[in-house]
């Protein structure tokens, strides 16, 4: 298959430096509320990378759950390959793709696990199967079949068939505190609208046109 001609032309208006919010979080939120707008499918999927104590980078898709002006919360098992990795090296990056907007934000940062209270408020407002399975997966571990998943799930839910389920002490949240925020726009002839955010002291963010 040939696909080195496949290629789009993008046609999106100029972005200019004076149409940005002064704080990228309200840009971020301006941004996502239109490919919201839009009907991407997931609109708060984005691709989390983390490098272990050995260098190897790794990278897998999850799902944004709150973003505020602290960061980008996510949430996963905290025996994970990806929680592992964070344990050995907080700074992560984060990408969300918005491929049909021919936008994409870059987020590089520093993780750290939200409080049990907070995870606790998400965990009570997830649809029930997800509880269960959070409970029953040993997320990264080897699994011989997934008959074996399927008969741990029948035995959570005989487990807790009444009331409600608690927070697990293996699962819960990250949030993303970032130090840099690219904002990408597809434009023509290749000529990129690219500018990214750079927190200096305090709240302060300095903002750069970059070079496509």
């Known amino acids: 298959m040939d696909i080195k001609g ?121 649809p029930r199967e997800s509880q269960l399975g959070a409970w029953i997966s040993k997320q990264s571990a080897v699994l011989t079949s997934r008959q074996l998943l399927m008969m741990e799930l029948e035995k959570m839910k005989n487990k807790f068939l009444k009331g409600e389920i608690p927070l697990p002490d293996f699962w819960g949240g990250y949030r993303v505190r970032p130090d840099t925020v690219e904002f990408w726009q597809g434009q023509t002839s290749r000529l990129h609208d690219r500018f990214l955010y750079t927190r200096q002291q305090g709240n302060a963010w300095c903002i750069e046109r970059l070079a496509p």
């Open 6 to 126: 496949l290629r789009k032309e993008y046609s999106n208006p100029v972005l200019k430096r004076d149409m940005l919010a002064a704080d990228p979080v309200d840009q971020f939120a301006h941004w996502f509320q239109e490919a919201c707008d839009a009907g991407l499918p997931e609109p708060n999927a984005m691709t989390l990378a983390t490098v272990g104590a050995d260098g190897q980078p790794t990278l897998r898709t999850v799902l944004l759950k709150l973003f505020d002006t602290n960061g980008f919360v996510f949430y996963t098992n905290y025996g994970s390959r990806k929680a592992r990795q964070i344990g050995e090296n907080h700074k992560v990056a984060l990408l969300f793709p918005w491929v049909k907007l021919a936008r994409q934000v870059a987020i590089t940062g520093t993780a750290e696990k939200v409080s049990s209270a907070e995870s606790a408020r998400y965990f009570a407002s997830r």
